[in-house]
Structures are given as structure tokens and as C-alpha cells.
């Protein structure tokens, strides 16, 4: 047995259903909504992804640790290398095997380490495809890892993720201009990264500030978890911005966001989209692209007031992955063109952004 594998503990879904399993993870019991991913690697970059806060992530490629943990290792930004954000953001890990023999040459420590000192209960010995079958087909639902020594924790409401993750003061990148004002309702490290690789300077600003006022030259909503309709101070100061006609640029949450300001509807998914091979097409062509994403939450495009488009459509099931305003350099997208780890298929999306800027 794996060296770290020293305590077990059960997995107990909502309907009663449950799974042991054994730890390599810091032994704590904990609750959260289960998801699952089918990326094959970057677990160093998921398990930091804010849109993951206070989920219990399920990875169904078969084994977790293989390559180990980077250091925080910074950027000329002052941006981590390796991670999206400064701390892990999900509540735990389940996986079906678990390797502490871990071979990269950026490698400072294994997984179980480094989930240890962060406090992050972690499972494997579980069949996780069995598991991902379940929540697909019986839809998304909580768990919670017993340990029989720990208490269990309340599970994170959706109406607080965002406070949660988004920064609490404003902060400042780049001198170079265009200007771009970013909302941070749980911003990724390489969507910052991105944008100032292409020369502007970005203000970074919580989730609910009073943005209207602000000298800008484009309006970036990021990323984030939870359910966008709770975002009502946001939704309030996008609706505001739609009648300039400054570019805006979103992503996932923010393609949400951007559709309920625009005055469409949005919806909880039965399990949602997470991983690195989620397939859109733009609509009318058959240009395609291989896409990253992470959501639980989707845009009904028939709700989209006349004088805006459906910009990609999921290839799997139909469902909406952008919108775009017919007249007005307004675009969001349901994926993330800055995955990190890949695929870079849309990342010429930024480049679309800052011409936009400069044409304003």
C-alpha cells in the first residue's frame, strides 16, 4: 500500500449512496457539492480554480499525482506560475488510484502534500467513473467524506462563492493602454496573465463594485463559481455599461452575467461541463474548436433579447457556450480560452478583445 494511503473514510452521497475509500489528504470530514472532471492533467491548476470553491472534485482519469506539485513559483506580474489562484479552492479530491511517486522536473512535493498542508481531504480507491456515471445520470448532487474521528462540516451555499473568492481590494497591473477594467468574481491567474502579455494595464476590482464612473477602455467580466443570478449588484452595474459602447469581454460566469444584464435567463444544469475536451461550434458554420470549461450553470438562448446572437453552441448537448451583441462590440464565452492546461484553440479570442479596445 502507498506509503500516504494510512486512514480510510467514506464518501456519502445525498440519495444514500456511499463509497469507502482511502485518505491522502489531511483526514478532516468535509460537505460539498460533487462534481466531476474528465481533464487528463493540470490538477495543480484545477484543484486553484475559484469556479471550484467549496466543490468536491471528482477526477475520473484514472490515476492523480503521477507529476507531483510545483512550487509557487512567480511571474513578471507577480502572477503564480503554476497555479490559479493562491490557495487550492475546492473542498476535496476523490480519485480511483493515487501515486506519491511522482516524476516532473518542476516537482517540489507531492500532491498529498501539498493537500495536507492546505487542509484539503482527499479520497482515491474509488471507482470514479462509476461515480461520474451516477452524477450524469441521476445529475449533481452533495456528497460529504466522513472521517470517523472528524466532525462534518455545513456545506458552502452558492449565494456567498463569489464574496468568497473575488478580490477585496482594488489592484493594479501594466502601465500600457488600452485600459481594461476587470470585474474579479473569482478571476484566474491566466486570464491576467493573457491580457497583459498583450500590452495593456488591467484595474482589478471586487465582484460588486460600482464600476460606472470608472475611466476605462474595455470591460472584462472573468470566471467565477456559484449561481450568477446572486450576483445582483454586478448584473446591476453590466446593465448600466450596456448602453456605452465600450467592448466587453466575458468569461463563464461572466458569458452569465452578460446574458441576465442583456435581460436572458440562465439555469442550473443537471451536472454541468468540466474538462479539456468540450467540443463548440459557432453556429451556421462548421468551425469548430476543442475547449476547456468549468461550469454548472448555462445561458437559455431563447431568452436572448433580438439584438443578440448565440456566438458557439456545445457540440455534446446543444447547450449555449457565448453570446455576442449584434451592433455593439459586446462577446462572452461559456469555455475558457486561457486554459491552462490547454487547449489554446480560442485564446486568439484576446487578441479580438484589444482590437476591439483600440478601434474604440
Known amino acids: 500500500?502507498?506509503?500516504?494511503?494510512?486512514?480510510?473514510?467514506?464518501?456519502?452521497?445525498?440519495?444514500?449512496?456511499?463509497y469507502r475509500g482511502f485518505s491522502f489528504g489531511y483526514p478532516r470530514?468535509?460537505?460539498?457539492?460533487?462534481?466531476?472532471?474528465?481533464?487528463?492533467?493540470?490538477?495543480?491548476?484545477?484543484?486553484?480554480?475559484?469556479?471550484?470553491?467549496?466543490?468536491i472534485l471528482v477526477a475520473t482519469h484514472p490515476m492523480m499525482?503521477?507529476?507531483?506539485?510545483?512550487?509557487d513559483e512567480r511571474d513578471a506580474y507577480g502572477l503564480s506560475r503554476h497555479f490559479e489562484s493562491d490557495h487550492i479552492q475546492c473542498a476535496a479530491l476523490v480519485a480511483t488510484d493515487y501515486s506519491a511517486c511522482y516524476s516532473h522536473a518542476d516537482a517540489r512535493r507531492s500532491l498529498g502534500e501539498w493537500l495536507s498542508g492546505e487542509r484539503i481531504?482527499?479520497?482515491?480507491?474509488?471507482?470514479?467513473?462509476?461515480?461520474?456515471?451516477?452524477?450524469?445520470?441521476?445529475?449533481?448532487?452533495?456528497?460529504?467524506?466522513?472521517?470517523?474521528?472528524?466532525?462534518?462540516?455545513?456545506?458552502?451555499?452558492?449565494?456567498?462563492l463569489v464574496a468568497r473568492v473575488s478580490t477585496k481590494q482594488i489592484q493594479e497591473y501594466g502601465h500600457g493602454r488600452p485600459?481594461?477594467?476587470?470585474?474579479?468574481?473569482?478571476?484566474?491567474?491566466?486570464?491576467?496573465?493573457?491580457?497583459?502579455?498583450?500590452?495593456?494595464?488591467?484595474?482589478?476590482?471586487?465582484?460588486?463594485?460600482?464600476?460606472?464612473?470608472d475611466d476605462y477602455d474595455g470591460l472584462f467580466i472573468s470566471n467565477g463559481p456559484g449561481d450568477p443570478a446572486a450576483c445582483i449588484p454586478t448584473i446591476q452595474h453590466l446593465r448600466a455599461a450596456l448602453a456605452d459602447d465600450r467592448p466587453i469581454m466575458g468569461i463563464c460566469l461572466g458569458n452569465q452575467l452578460l446574458a441576465l444584464a442583456a435581460g436572458a435567463?440562465?439555469?442550473?444544469?443537471?451536472?454541468?461541463?468540466?474538462?479539456?475536451?468540450?467540443?463548440?461550434?459557432?453556429?451556421?458554420?462548421?468551425?469548430?474548436?476543442?475547449?476547456?470549461?468549468?461550469?454548472?450553470?448555462?445561458?437559455?438562448?431563447?431568452?436572448?433579447?433580438?439584438?443578440?446572437e448565440c456566438l458557439f453552441e456545445n457540440l455534446n448537448d446543444g447547450t449555449n457556450e457565448g453570446?455576442?451583441?449584434?451592433?455593439?462590440?459586446?462577446?462572452?464565452?461559456?469555455?475558457?480560452?486561457?486554459?491552462?492546461?490547454?487547449?489554446?484553440?480560442?485564446?486568439?479570442l484576446f487578441d479580438q478583445f484589444i482590437e476591439k479596445m483600440k478601434e474604440v
Open 179 to 213: 485600459k481594461v477594467l476587470l470585474v474579479d468574481c473569482g478571476v484566474k491567474n491566466n486570464i491576467l496573465r493573457l491580457l497583459l502579455e498583450r500590452g495593456v494595464s488591467v484595474r482589478r476590482v471586487p465582484w460588486d463594485y460600482d464600476f460606472t464612473h
Open 265 to 308: 435567463r440562465t439555469y442550473k444544469m443537471k451536472f454541468g461541463h468540466r474538462g479539456h475536451n468540450q467540443t463548440v461550434r459557432q453556429p451556421g458554420t462548421h468551425r469548430c474548436f476543442v475547449t476547456a470549461q468549468n461550469h454548472g450553470y448555462a445561458v437559455d438562448p431563447a431568452t436572448l433579447p433580438d439584438d443578440w
Open 323 to 348: 453570446i455576442r451583441h449584434k451592433q455593439k462590440p459586446f462577446f462572452s464565452t461559456q469555455f475558457h480560452p486561457e486554459a491552462s492546461s490547454g487547449p489554446v484553440d480560442t485564446m486568439g
Open 1 to 18: 500500500m502507498n506509503y500516504e494511503l494510512n486512514k480510510s473514510a467514506i464518501l456519502r452521497l445525498a440519495d444514500g449512496t456511499e
Open 65 to 71: 499525482g503521477n507529476y507531483g506539485v510545483p512550487d
Open 121 to 160: 481531504p482527499a479520497l482515491c480507491g474509488i471507482d470514479t467513473r462509476a461515480l461520474a456515471k451516477k452524477l450524469r445520470d441521476e445529475g449533481a448532487m452533495t456528497g460529504t467524506i466522513v472521517f470517523d474521528d472528524s466532525p462534518v462540516a455545513p456545506p458552502v451555499h452558492d449565494d456567498c
Open 29 to 55: 470530514s468535509t460537505t460539498g457539492e460533487m462534481v466531476f472532471c474528465t481533464a487528463m492533467t493540470g490538477y495543480p491548476e484545477s484543484l486553484t480554480d475559484p469556479s471550484y470553491c467549496g466543490q
